[in-house]
């Protein structure tokens, strides 16, 4: 973890946000998903979520938590009810740190306040999804305590890729 000195902040995104957010996402979905996506499906994923697409998710009352160090924006996670009906009531859509964050303890930050938010609604239960190639993602929800809960298949671009669900009871 960096040392005191480092303003760490997590807190609700804002629409003067939009563009951080946008490089964010694209800067770390390339770390993530280079040679495990199909090149052009990636393309296109950053291509969509640009800044008119995180003015439009925040304008529309999405729940995006943004990290801020050092006044900088480094992060972000978006979490809310399951998608799918089940056990697990609660949902962390999204966690991503910009690769330069990553390793420091951030990741963990930004999970808990996730957790906080689910459980400040109420819901029972978490589940997080993880395509099986990414073993960052992999590991770092099974350091969290999330066990792996379900499997499916979904396509991806051209590609059939699988996904695995860790849950936490």
């Given at each position: 973890m960096?040392?005191s000195?480092?303003?760490?902040?997590?807190?609700g995104?804002?629409l003067s946000?939009?563009?951080?957010l946008?490089d964010?996402f694209?800067?770390?979905?390339?770390?993530a998903?280079i040679?495990?996506?199909?090149?052009?499906h990636?393309d296109?994923?950053i291509?969509r979520?640009?800044?008119?697409?995180w003015?439009?998710?925040?304008?529309s009352g999405?729940?995006?938590?943004?990290?801020?160090?050092?006044?900088?924006?480094?992060g972000?996670a978006?979490?809310?009810?399951?998608r799918?009906?089940?056990?697990?009531?609660?949902?962390?859509y999204?966690?991503y740190l910009?690769?330069e964050y990553?390793?420091l303890?951030?990741?963990?930050?930004?999970?808990?306040?996730?957790?906080?938010e689910l459980?400040?609604?109420?819901l029972n239960g978490?589940i997080?999804?993880?395509?099986?190639?990414n073993?960052?993602a992999i590991d770092?929800?099974?350091?969290?305590g999330?066990r792996?809960v379900?499997k499916?298949?979904?396509?991806v671009g051209?590609?059939?890729?699988?996904?695995?669900?860790?849950?936490w009871?």
């Amino acid at each position: 973890m960096l040392g005191s000195s480092f303003d760490v902040r997590v807190r609700g995104g804002k629409l003067s946000d939009a563009r951080a957010l946008a490089d964010v996402f694209e800067r770390s979905w390339r770390h993530a998903y280079i040679g495990i996506l199909p090149r052009a499906h990636l393309d296109s994923l950053i291509l969509r979520r640009g800044r008119r697409w995180w003015s439009s998710a925040i304008r529309s009352g999405d729940f995006i938590l943004v990290l801020e160090v050092g006044g900088e924006i480094c992060g972000y996670a978006s979490c809310g009810p399951a998608r799918h009906r089940g056990r697990y009531e609660g949902e962390i859509y999204e966690l991503y740190l910009a690769p330069e964050y990553q390793g420091l303890g951030f990741g963990e930050l930004m999970f808990e306040a996730c957790r906080s938010e689910l459980d400040r609604r109420q819901l029972n239960g978490l589940i997080v999804w993880a395509l099986a190639d990414n073993d960052i993602a992999i590991d770092f929800y099974w350091r969290r305590g999330g066990r792996p809960v379900k499997k499916v298949t979904d396509r991806v671009g051209t590609v059939d890729m699988c996904k695995i669900g860790y849950g936490w009871p």
